[in-house]
């Protein structure tokens, strides 16, 4: 695993996976970000570039916990697109990972090629799913046998209740396997003060990044899965509509993670995307 140094000079960690025209992978959680491995395959088709988010996997614990917010982490990215070389180069963000790709691209658009928003968070943006929104998703899934429990827990959490949302697991994958119970068991962050920080009060302006990214105009993807919780279809097209040149896509039969539930559709739509 490389290295390079952030503007602050915390040490910042990245995987590289395949070969070709770099892409930016920036993950979610915060979390390790071995959990997006190689996007189901997706280094067939492009040299992926996936740094750990300061504080996670192998990144160092920066000295000011204020950097955590996800706004600072916005400086972490362009320290990386320097230290590669690259004048401009393609983004991918996944979930929380693509508020920052988001706050990227407001900030930095003529560094941007393209941006690709998967199953993306919208808290840059103020974009909500309201918790009838997610009931009426999970009721799709209402036939499975994990449902009774898992259900229960996602009423419990929409309360406000202390739940535990790992009962709510299910919900976001296409189905419930081995596979996904190990996925979902190596994507839980590990450090929560790195989870409270990304949100810290002044992380977010929706406004001011509305209003720039009304104005990008390199195309972007934003890719929803069909029985995602988080990052719902609806809140995904809402996202959309905020970009003058979008492509929405819908994965049927995915979840939060839509190269785990099907890494050959995945890699279809998003290498097709990024072509």
Known sequence: MATFSASDGTRLAYRTYGEGEPVVCIPGGPADSRYLGDL????????????????????????????????RLVDDIEALRHHLGLPRTDVLGHSAGANVAAQYAARHPGRVGRLALIAPGA?????????????????????EPWFPDAFA???????????????VAP???????????????????????AVAGFGAEGAFDPAATRAALAA????????????????????????????????????????????????????????????
């Open 171 to 193: 919900f976001f994958y296409g189905r419930w396997d081995r596979a996904a119970r190990d996925h979902h068991a190596a994507s839980r962050p590990e450090n929560p003060e």
């Open 123 to 143: 808290r840059a943006v103020g974009i909500e799913t309201t918790g009838e929104e997610r009931r009426e998703l999970a009721r799709l899934r209402s036939d």
């Open 40 to 71: 189901g395959g997706l280094s067939a088709h492009r040299r992926l570039i996936v740094p750990d988010l300061r504080g996670t996997g192998r990144s160092a614990v920066p000295d000011d916990p204020a950097t955590y917010r996800c706004d």
């Open 153 to 167: 827990a996602l009423e419990a959490v929409t309360r406000g209740e202390d739940a535990d949302w790992s009962a």
């Open 216 to 275: 990008f105009g390199a195309p972007v993807l934003l890719l929803a899965g069909q029985f995602d919780l988080n990052s719902t279809p609806c809140s995904t097209a809402a996202f959309a509509g905020l970009f003058p040149d979008a492509t929405l896509v819908v994965q049927e039969g995915a979840g939060h993670s839509p190269w785990v539930d099907d890494a050959e559709r995945f890699t279809a739509e998003v290498s097709a995307f990024l072509a």
